[in-house]
Each structure stands twice: as structure tokens, then as C-alpha cells.
């Protein structure tokens, strides 16, 4: 699993001509540091950097809020069509994402939102996949404390934001971090819905660099050294809430 990072960190530290030889050596004859200094002389990485963090960070924080707030009234509330409307809520992960892509740039452009960042956050407001999660979760929780917070006098949205949340911080954890590593990730949506350089994302940056006929690999390891390194930091830091979330109250619940 580690091979293909180790080779990339090396093949950013070649030069052009050391990465295709043969046979080939993992480490540099001699070590370009400058490397890291180029790329952003070329293209505005940390421009693309930001904006990646931003719309990363954006649609987390907007996913956690609306998939945790529908996730506890189809776990909690009782209304008429409640099990119907969650399947249909789920149905939504049968439709592949490329089919409902050119709908949802029409109607984007409608909205005059192109090379804007509603554009890139507000289409990923929600998620059937994060409701689904929260739900189960939601659903381990004990009734008996639910109860006793309205007996208390609780309302629900007391009770959502005292008891339900903080007893399902590891399933947040863990949608948190498959959401911002998904968004990090997304290319193609940012590909076509911007068009200036200042409001792409690092993904879309990080392809201009390959040519039609020539490609600086070396330069382009070296971004992809740099934009992988918030998912590092994002994973290590949120490591011990992803495996809780999924183990015991992600997918548990009846």
C-alpha cells in the first residue's frame, strides 16, 4: 500500500530525466528541492489549495448539519410516510452521479452561479449515504434518555442538540471524514462549473499541468506530495472517530 506514495515522493524529488530511466532507482541521484518552490511559480497552488479547503471544510460542515438533522427525524419523529419516504431517500444511492450531471449544471447555470462557490458547495449540501449512517446511529442510542431529557421539559431540538449529537459524535467523525476526503477528491464537477483560474479547485489544477504532448511528471508528483497531505492530517487526527462510527454505531441500529 505504501509503495506508490514512497514512489511518488521520490519521482518529486527527481529531475525530468531521472524519472524514466532504466533501470529505475527510488532514490535521486541528487535531490530537487526546487521542486516544491517551482510549482508554485507556475500555477497559483496556493490559491487552488485554499479554495479546495474551503469548499472542503464547507460542504463537511453543511452534510454533518442537514444529513444529522434528517437522520434524526426518520430515526425519532412519527409521521405519516416516514418508512416510505426514507426509502425513496435511499433510492438516490441507486442513481449514479455522471446521470444527474448535466441536470444539475443546467440548472446551476440558470442560477448564474458558474465560477462561483455556491457552484461547488451547495450542490453537496446533503447526502442519502450520510442519513442513512446518522440514522443507524441515532438508532443505538437508548429511548430511555430521550425520554427522560422531555420529561424534563426538553424540546426536540433540546434534545437533538444536547443528547443525540454528543452520543453520536463517532458516526460525525467518521461522515465528516469520508465527505471531505470525497470533496478534496472531486474533479469533475469543479471542471465544469469553473472556468477562471482563481476559483479552481487543486484537483483541476493539478491536471493542468499535463500537456498534450509533453508532461512535467516531476512537477506534477510534486503537487500531488502537497495536495495529499490535509487528508493525512485529517485522517490522523480524526482516526480514532472513523473506526468508532463504523464499528459500532455506524452501521448498527435496526
Known sequence: MSAPFIWM??????????????????????????????IFSLIPFGRLMLNSLFVSLAVTALQLLVCSMAAYAFARL????????????????????????????ILVRQLGWI?????????????????????????????????????????????????????????LGALGIFTFIAQWNNFLWPLITTTRPEMQTL???????????????????????????PIFVVFAVGNKSFIQGITAGGFGGR
Not at 82 to 104: G, H
Not at 123 to 134: E, I, M, N, R
Not at 135 to 156: H, M, N, V, W
Request: hydrophobic fraction near 50%.
Open 9 to 38: 515522493i521520490s519521482s518529486s524529488l527527481k529531475a525530468p530525466t531521472e524519472i524514466f530511466k532504466y533501470p529505475p532507482a527510488l532514490l535521486p541521484a541528487e535531490a530537487q528541492w526546487q521542486n516544491y518552490t517551482r
Open 115 to 171: 465560477d462561483t462557490y455556491a457552484a461547488l458547495i451547495l450542490p453537496f449540501a446533503f447526502s442519502s449515504f450520510g442519513t442513512f449512517l446518522l440514522r443507524q446511529a441515532f438508532l443505538t442510542i437508548p429511548r430511555e434518555l430521550e425520554e427522560a431529557a422531555r420529561i424534563d421539559g426538553a424540546s426536540y431540538a433540546q434534545v437533538f442538540w444536547r443528547i443525540m449529537l454528543p452520543l453520536a459524535r463517532p458516526a
Open 203 to 229: 484537483t483541476v489544477g493539478l491536471a493542468g499541468l499535463r500537456g498534450q504532448y509533453n508532461t512535467d511528471w516531476a512537477l506534477l508528483m510534486t503537487g500531488s506530495v502537497l495536495a495529499i497531505l
Open 78 to 105: 412519527h409521521f405519516r410516510g416516514r418508512e416510505l419516504l426514507f426509502l425513496l431517500y435511499l433510492s438516490a444511492l441507486m442513481i449514479p452521479s455522471q446521470v444527474t450531471l448535466i441536470p444539475n449544471f
